[in-house]
Structure formats: structure tokens, C-alpha cells
């Protein structure tokens, strides 16, 4: 079992006491890594791997760009997504003085991105397959137990490979497309 360290952080946009957690990546993987990975007992050269992925997901990107919903493999969907709302405007009482309309909503101030959706059984395998350790902000100190206390394992080796996986970045996933 992997152990991921994590700080807590204050939301003081609020105005009330409100908490969250937030992961400490070791550092972000290359194309260059996962070729390298990747590559590891096939044959091919990290190379002509990390061209493969590079030309993959180029395709993937303009496939989303034209309104398409793209499988990346049984475990990722991704697909174009739009933000974008509007509210009634209230009174300082906070009463309704005009109604917001579907009318009213301008997509000229939408924000465009791209929404990803990972598999459940590639969330359920990743939450069985971790535990947490809370560190403070300065020093990665820890300030308390892993979530699976015997776990003594380097978050840096893999035991499958006997060898450092250094990596993880923090991309965005696990979003909810309501289209699923």
C-alpha cells in the first residue's frame, strides 16, 4: 500500500471555519517517464512510445475540440465541457428584484474546459490501494497517523517493481459527467 502525505488548508473566503485537505504530488511525470515506463519489456523504444502518446493525445484533444467524447481505454472519458450560469439579482433584503431567465444566460462569458470522468473500478482500486499521511506546510513534518498505521512502506517504490515510481503530479480527475 502506497502512502500519499497531504496538508490541510484553510478556506478563509468563507467567513466561517471551513478545512480541506490537499495532496503532495513527489513530482509530475514526463512523457519521457511513461515511455520510459511504458516500454519497459516490450521491445520498443521509449521513443517511439512517447511519440505514440504525444500523437494520441493530440488526436484526443482535437477529437474533444470538435464536440466528441473520447475513451482513453476502459478507465478515462474525456469530453468538452461548458461553465456558465447566471443568478436573480436581489435586493439588500433578499428579495428577488429581477428573475433570473434561461434567456439571460450569455455563453460569451462561459468558461470552455475539458471534463474527465475516471471508472469506478479505477477509483475503487486506487482508494483500496492508499492510505494518507498528514504533513505541515514547512517541512513535510508529519503531524499524525497514515490512515493504514502499519503501513511502512517507501511512497516512493513500487512493490511490484522493486524500483523508485517517483511521480503522480496533481491533475484534475474523478469529475462527474452527468452524461455517464
Not at 511504458?38 to 493530440?58: A, C, F, N, W
Not at 476502459?74 to 434561461?102: F, H, M, R, W
Request: glycine fraction near 10%.
Amino acid at each position: 500500500m502506497a502512502t500519499i502525505k497531504y496538508v490541510v488548508k484553510e478556506n478563509k473566503t468563507i467567513g466561517t471555519h471551513s478545512f480541506y485537505c490537499v495532496p503532495q504530488s513527489y513530482s509530475t511525470l514526463t512523457y519521457a517517464d511513461m515511455a520510459e515506463e511504458v516500454s519497459e519489456g516490450l521491445g520498443i523504444s521509449p521513443d517511439i512510445i512517447g511519440t505514440i502518446i504525444k500523437r494520441y493525445m493530440r488526436v484526443a484533444i482535437r477529437s474533444v475540440q470538435r464536440g466528441h467524447r473520447v475513451k482513453l481505454g476502459d478507465e478515462l472519458v474525456v469530453y468538452p465541457q461548458i461553465s456558465c450560469s447566471v443568478k436573480d439579482e436581489l435586493n439588500d433584503d433578499g428579495t428577488v428584484k429581477k428573475a433570473a431567465t434561461a434567456d439571460m444566460l450569455n455563453v460569451q462569458n462561459a468558461r470552455s474546459s475539458i471534463g474527465a470522468t475516471i471508472a469506478q473500478a479505477v477509483q475503487q482500486q486506487f482508494a483500496q490501494s492508499v492510505s494518507w499521511k498528514r504533513v505541515t506546510e514547512k517541512a513535510d513534518e508529519e503531524t499524525d497517523t497514515t490512515t493504514d498505521p502499519t503501513d511502512t512502506t517507501d511512497p516512493t517504490t513500487d512493490p511490484d517493481q522493486g524500483g523508485s515510481t517517483e511521480g503522480g503530479g496533481s491533475g484534475e480527475g474523478g469529475g462527474t459527467d452527468p452524461n455517464e
